[in-house]
């Protein structure tokens, strides 16, 4: 058959396979999925698949000679969300950690360890409905992953952008513990006052604590450094939204 990828996708194929028009061998058994899968390219990225101009789904069988039109998932991409969430929920691999604690400082409900293997990973993904963010293809490709995407980019600052351009989410900055993932609650200067340095109790009175791990919280030295990450943020999803949005 004749693959088509689109450019979005080449980055997973080999270097000497890296073009968008390519000749590949298929037995007459294997599903479009499967041959997908063995250049490289999770299912979980591929988006809309058609075999000579027709949509298909990853199970098809196409004919000998087909051509098939390979795409990337639609941007902002649909999750799934139960009733009364407002975002999708997350869990990052161990390699991610930096880009968990943004995610936190955003608002996103975001899961992670830096002990667990994949199975257990794809397991509470399942169990708790979290997306999976990774690097690791032969993730992405276990097939019992209810959903998962690739975390493109080695910098937290490209991951988190790409992240919001993907998933487009309701943001709600300040109110995760960057810690443990936590609610934030705002407590009163007079319950924590012994917890605190000297310089710190005389320097600022606004507070948050974590309910889960009590970890206390300020505007501290870095606080313009991390209102930018936050004012970033919101630009990169009003502009995805935006970009999305029919024109009129």
Known sequence: MTLEIAPELLFFLPAARRRERQRVAWDGTSSLGH??????????????????????????????GAVVRVGPVARPQEVPLDAGQAAPRFLLDVHLGTLARRMRLIGLDTAYHNDMDDPELVVQANEERRVLLTQDRGLLMRRALWFGAYVRSPRPDDQLHDLLERFAPELAPWTRCTACNGTLVPVDKAEIEREL??????????????????????RGAHGDHLQEIVETARRTVAQARADAAPSR
Do not use: K, M, N, Q
């Open 35 to 64: 041959v997908i899968e063995s250049l490289g390219v999770p299912l979980p990225e591929v988006g809309t698949l058609t075999a000579d101009g027709a949509p298909v789904e990853p199970a098809h069988r196409p004919a000998s």
């Open 197 to 218: 340095a000297e310089g710190t109790r005389r320097s600022y009175d606004a507070y948050g604590r974590c309910a889960d791990c009590g970890r206390v919280y300020w």
